[in-house]
């Protein structure tokens, strides 16, 4: 009997049907009430009771495989016929879910529009810098603490090559291949020695800016800075200028803007002064246009700084900046009708 069943086993196992009726004859020829394997239980009333443990158990085998292959069968019928034609239009698609572009991104493309809209073209440059670029020709003293091992990432034991620490950099790669008039902006990646904390991160993002040309005064600075703090944070935002100091430009200021949220009544993300600062700039330094061969007393320049992180954390009401960096879907989908 065991070689019965096995001999059976094969023949199934091995079984073909071109069409749906035929698989449906070979379940009657194997399955049904007097089909083969039912002829074979039986055959197994009758077999002695000391051989119905092993060969009940092999029995039973049979029959679970063939309800298989038949059902695999019949299937493969069914699948087969939504390709010849028969698809059910009516029933719902598979939905499947769409990414959306990141915060950063989304702040940055506006950037780049608004200026562009004045004008300004995008350049970019390597991440990774040599001393010139990210600091001497822009005009840093040589013992300047942004030089300095803590606040700059050096690559292997070389002091002259490091990643840059800000955007300004392409400034300095801009000017070497073009003469003015230059209006450009530069978005990227930057790198600094800091500890990461809700405020301050070690990869953070900036667009610099830098207009050259004849006669361009601080007036220009001004109103090309309130004009993107106007389509940036809506059309009642006011600006403030403090003096500051950056190397590279002369004089140096550093812009606030009303605070977007309270309206500059005062709130806990201005520290109640309705203002916030959002960038620095300045006229750029005649050192500077020297340094890179261009005639300080035909040209003259602005330029300006911004972190993307700042912008889009002040826009967003996004309270810790290392939430950008870690990809967690339930804050990136926030931003998918954002774009
Ligand atoms: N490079 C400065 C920084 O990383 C930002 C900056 C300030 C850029 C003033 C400028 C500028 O072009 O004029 O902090």
Not at 9 to 16: F, H
Not at 46 to 55: C, D, L
Not at 179 to 201: L, Q, T
Not at 315 to 326: G, N, S
Request: hydrophobic share 40%; with cysteine.
């Amino acid at each position: 009997m065991l070689e019965k069943i096995k001999q059976l086993a094969e023949e199934v196992k091995s079984t073909v049907a071109q069409t749906a009726d035929e698989a449906e004859q070979l379940r009657i020829k194997y399955l049904s009430k007097k089909g083969l394997v039912s002829q074979l239980f039986d055959e197994f009333k009758t077999i002695p009771n000391e051989q119905k443990r092993e060969v009940g158990k092999v029995l039973n085998e049979l029959k679970v495989m063939a309800q298989e292959k038949i059902n695999e069968l019949k299937d493969s019928f069914q699948a087969s016929s939504h390709d010849q034609g028969n698809v059910d239009l009516t029933l719902p698609g598979t939905s499947f879910e769409i990414g959306g572009r990141h915060p950063l991104s989304i702040v940055k493309n506006e950037i780049v529009d608004i200026f562009g809209r004045l004008g300004f073209t995008i350049a970019e440059g390597p991440e990774i810098e040599d001393d010139w670029h990210v600091f001497t020709a822009l005009n840093f003293p040589l013992e300047h603490p942004a030089r300095d091992m803590q606040d700059t990432f050096f690559i292997a034991q070389d002091p002259d090559i490091l990643l840059r620490t800000h955007t300004s950099s392409v400034q300095v790669r801009v000017m070497e291949k073009q003469k003015p008039p230059i209006r450009a902006i530069f978005p990227g990646r930057v790198f600094r020695n800091e500890a990461i904390s809700a405020r301050a991160h070690c990869i953070f993002h900036q667009v610099e800016g830098l207009f050259i040309d004849k006669n361009v005064s601080f007036a220009d600075l001004k109103q090309t800075l309130l004009y993107f703090a106007k389509e940036m944070f809506g059309q009642d935002t006011k600006i403030r200028l403090r003096p500051s100091y950056f190397p590279f430009t002369e004089p140096s200021a550093e812009m606030d803007i009303s605070c977007s949220l309270c309206g500059g009544k005062g709130c806990n993300v201005c520290k109640g002064s309705g203002w916030v600062e959002i960038l620095g700039c300045g006229m750029v330094d005649p050192a500077v246009l020297e340094c890179n061969n261009i005639d300080s007393s035909e040209y003259t320049g602005f330029a300006f700084g911004m972190g993307i992180e700042r912008i889009t954390m002040l826009r967003y009401q996004i309270k810790d900046i290392r939430l950008f960096f870690e990809n967690d879907v339930r804050f990136l989908e926030q931003f998918r009708s954002a774009d």
